[in-house]
């Protein structure tokens, strides 16, 4: 049952008439338990809340289709437009993004320039920008915009999901380029040809880049709510004497908010990914597969209406 759930909202979540639907009625059926508003003052009030707990964050201007040279350059835009907020207003945060809203459906040479445009900014404010990793279908595109721009930025990372047969190919080949790297599951449907249909698999094969990437002594950010990889991780640089400021780990806004504070209690570096913006539905549904119990929260959204 869990499965045909999850298979269920991972296909609303790339409903493209659904998204588009949803963007013009706003934030709402319990959307804001995963985002933080629809405008960027609100995603940095709430980074702000978040600085005073000791956690850091990342910031996410959701998008999830764009199909007009237009559209991708105004997602640079706000992008810049977030980049030049955190400066200004000072909070501890950085950026992510997704290749497909910089236009790399439209034209790579497109999402190119957004992201040198972007990289350019960044620089500037000494600030870090992560590149989210999306379906298998962009890997192979975004490993050459990753290629395109190493030799000109440092300041940017990529995400490796636990899913794919490949990763750990992938992560020790990015340990050459001393890549800062987002370790996660991964999130979208993915054919058994390529990713690991059974959860225990992906899960040992988390273990297994974490460990990688921890070892290379390239900076991981470990990215789930997992309590079993967190206690892994944690085994895992006690044992090899890993400092603590060359990890962290990251959680999504909303989702397991005690445990989120318990690790900064422990003195872990902590960050949150907040998403904000009115192209909320993907990134919701895609909460849901995660974790279909969360339909509760969706139910209780409408009732309240
Ligand atoms: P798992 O799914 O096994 O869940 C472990 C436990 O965590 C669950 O039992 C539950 O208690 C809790 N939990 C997990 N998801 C929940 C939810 N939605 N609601 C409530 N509780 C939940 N993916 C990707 O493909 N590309 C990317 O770029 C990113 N980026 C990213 C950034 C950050 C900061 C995080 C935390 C995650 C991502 N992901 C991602 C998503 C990731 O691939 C994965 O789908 C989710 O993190 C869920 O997997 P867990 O590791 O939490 O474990």
Same mark, same amino acid.
């Given at each position: 049952?869990?499965?045909?759930?999850?298979?269920?909202?991972?296909? /609303?979540?790339?409903?493209?008439? /659904?998204?588009?639907?949803?963007?013009?009625?706003?934030?709402?059926?319990?959307?804001?338990?995963? &985002?933080?508003?629809?405008? !960027?003052?609100?995603? %940095?009030?709430?980074?702000?809340?978040?600085?005073?707990?000791?956690?850091?964050a990342t910031l996410d201007h959701? *998008?999830?289709?764009?199909?007009?040279?237009?559209?991708?350059?105004?997602?640079?835009?706000h992008c810049i437009?977030a980049i030049?907020s955190i400066?200004?207003?000072?909070?501890?945060a950085n950026l992510s993004l997704? !290749?497909?809203?910089?236009?790399?459906?439209?034209?790579?040479?497109?999402?190119?320039?957004?992201?040198?445009?972007i990289l350019?900014v960044a620089?500037?404010y000494?600030l870090f920008v992560r590149i989210d990793?999306?379906?298998?279908?962009?890997?192979?595109?975004?490993?050459?915009?990753?290629?395109? /721009?190493?030799?000109?930025?440092?300041n940017f990372?990529? &995400?490796?999901?636990?899913?794919?047969?490949?990763?750990?190919?992938? &992560?020790?080949?990015?340990?050459?380029?001393?890549?800062?790297?987002?370790?996660?599951?991964?999130?979208?449907?993915?054919?058994?040809? &390529?990713?690991?249909?059974?959860?225990?698999?992906?899960?040992? #094969?988390?273990?297994? %880049?974490?460990? !990688?990437?921890?070892?290379?002594? #390239?900076?991981?950010?470990?990215?789930?709510?997992?309590?079993?990889? %967190?206690?892994?991780?944690?085994?895992?640089?006690?044992?090899?004497?890993?400092?603590?400021?060359?990890?962290?780990?990251?959680?999504?806004?909303? %989702?397991?908010?005690?445990?989120?504070?318990? !690790?900064?209690?422990?003195?872990? +570096?902590?960050?949150?990914?907040v998403?904000? *913006? #009115?192209?909320?539905?993907?990134?919701?549904?895609? +909460?849901?597969?995660?974790?279909?119990? #969360?339909?509760?929260?969706?139910?209780? *959204?409408?009732?309240?209406?």
């Open positions: 049952m869990e499965k045909v759930l999850r298979n269920f909202f991972l296909y /609303l979540a790339n409903h493209q008439r /659904l998204n588009q639907l949803a963007k013009k009625h706003g934030l709402r059926f319990g959307g804001r338990r995963f &985002v933080a508003g629809e405008t !960027l003052a609100e995603g %940095i009030d709430v980074i702000k809340a978040l600085n005073r707990q000791g956690m850091m959701l *998008g999830e289709f764009v199909d007009s040279e237009e559209e991708a350059n105004a997602m640079a835009e437009e030049e400066a200004k207003e000072k909070v501890d997704k !290749l497909t809203s910089m236009g790399l459906d439209i034209a790579y040479d497109l999402c190119l320039h957004n992201m040198e445009r350019e620089r500037k000494r990793m999306e379906d298998y279908a962009h890997l192979e595109n975004t490993f050459a915009i990753f290629h395109d /721009l190493r030799e000109r930025y440092d990372g990529l &995400v490796i999901q636990a899913y794919l047969y490949r990763s750990v190919d992938d &992560v020790k080949a990015l340990a050459e380029w001393k890549t800062n790297l987002r370790l996660v599951k991964g999130a979208y449907k993915e054919s058994p040809e &390529v990713a690991f249909p059974d959860k225990k698999d992906v899960d040992e #094969n988390y273990k297994k %880049i974490i460990q !990688l990437q921890l070892e290379s002594g #390239n900076y991981a950010a470990v990215a789930t709510h997992d309590e079993n990889m %967190i206690a892994f991780t944690k085994r895992l640089v006690k044992e090899r004497d890993i400092p603590l400021d060359r990890f962290e780990f990251q959680m999504l806004y909303g %989702i397991r908010p005690e445990l989120q504070k318990q !690790l900064v209690r422990e003195g872990y +570096r902590v960050r949150i990914y998403p904000y *913006g #009115n192209d909320w539905f993907g990134y919701n549904m895609r +909460r849901l597969a995660e974790r279909p119990a #969360n339909v509760a929260f969706v139910l209780k *959204g409408i009732v309240k209406r």
